[in-house]
């Protein structure tokens, strides 16, 4: 075996050993980075915040440089029912890690998000999801370790890793969040996994409370509300943002901006955090996304550029997202929809 063969193996089995170790420690939550354009997963109080049904699907590839980048897939359905005073969503997730999906994780949610009027410009909406989780882990011929490694021979010898007693398991989660908005600002804090479920294959490890805080504005550059120009193109509107999100003693912070004119929007972020345990918060990334919107249809496409000391070895993520926002009934016209950024 070469050198170049002889180092792949030992990234492989390197990555099969953090795998394994991963699923006995406390999950982290799939962060993506065009936060808008998959409202649901964001806060489920956006359920029916544009009133029209709407679908939104992300694709999200993390880490190609990896030898196996983590892919998460996730599509969810919502819209505002006026007998019951408020949103209805659906929401489904898939998340793969490691060689052919050696760890997956699949993710079924369904939400009720009632919403109020606080004053003549002002909504709040709170809402509850509940959600059936499915996490599986693919042992044989798919997950390697350092003990396999033969130095001529490659994986060829037996590991002293032992497998868990299941290889799948079933969970409930609970999920909750709380929306407030104005005709040009918007704020919100959701709180997921409420109730900590355990998805540990060896031994109890609950997934840890995730806190999300988020908020931000538009501003119209132009005087005019979206008047078309000559180009086709509508007035400019430039929305800032902040995030905010804690799972099990990790922070992040996410800042951004986005230049939405109609029918081209772009934005830039920033994402800056601190792991647990670490001595000090750290710049992660930055992430530049571009989109095209256009009557009820809008694809958009962002790539992380990672700044911190795993920049050499990552190749960043690419995310791409696509959503569908169906007419307005005729009798559902005169609701107003929350106006938060379209990615």
């Not at 890793?161 to 609970?174: E, I, Q, R």
Request: hydrophobic share 40%; with cysteine.
């Amino acid at each position: 075996m070469t050198k170049i063969k002889l180092k792949n193996s030992l990234k492989r089995a390197l990555f099969g050993a953090m795998l394994l170790t991963s699923v006995t420690a406390g999950a982290q939550d799939i962060g993506f980075s065009q936060f808008y354009a998959n409202p649901l997963y964001l806060n489920p109080a956006m359920a029916g915040s544009a009133v029209a049904p709407r679908v939104s699907i992300s694709y999200r590839s993390q880490w190609p440089s990896l030898v196996s980048p983590y892919t998460t897939i996730s599509a969810s359905y919502d819209q505002y029912i006026n007998d019951l005073h408020g949103g209805v969503g659906v929401i489904l997730m898939t998340d793969r890690v490691g060689d052919h999906g050696a760890l997956s994780t699949n993710m079924l949610g369904a939400m009720y998000s009632f919403r109020f009027q606080v004053s003549s410009d002002i909504f709040l909406s709170a809402a509850l999801q509940a959600s059936v989780v499915n996490t599986n882990l693919r042992w044989d011929n798919y997950l390697r370790f350092p003990d396999q490694i033969d130095r001529d021979l490659g994986f060829s010898l037996a590991t002293n890793a032992t497998p868990p007693d299941k290889l799948s398991k079933m969970s409930v989660d609970f999920n909750a969040g709380v929306l407030v908005s104005s005709s040009h600002w918007y704020a919100g804090v959701a709180a997921a996994h409420l109730t900590q479920p355990n998805q540990a294959f060896y031994s109890e490890d609950l997934v840890p409370m995730k806190i999300t805080v988020h908020g931000g504005g538009l501003i119209n550059v132009a005087e005019e509300e979206r008047r078309q120009s000559s180009l086709g193109m509508g007035s400019p509107i430039v929305s800032p943002n902040i995030i905010y999100q804690y799972q099990g003693g990790d922070h992040y912070f996410n800042l951004g901006v986005n230049l939405d004119w109609m029918p081209v929007v772009v934005g830039v972020w920033y994402r800056h955090g601190k792991i647990r345990g670490a001595e000090k918060s750290n710049a992660d990334a930055l992430i530049f996304m571009a989109g095209i919107q256009q009557d009820f249809f809008k694809v958009g496409y962002s790539y992380d550029v990672t700044v911190s000391k795993l920049a050499n070895v990552t190749g960043g993520a690419h995310e791409l997202t696509l959503g569908i926002l169906m007419p307005v009934p005729e009798h559902k016209k005169k609701i107003r929809a929350v106006r938060c950024p379209s990615f």
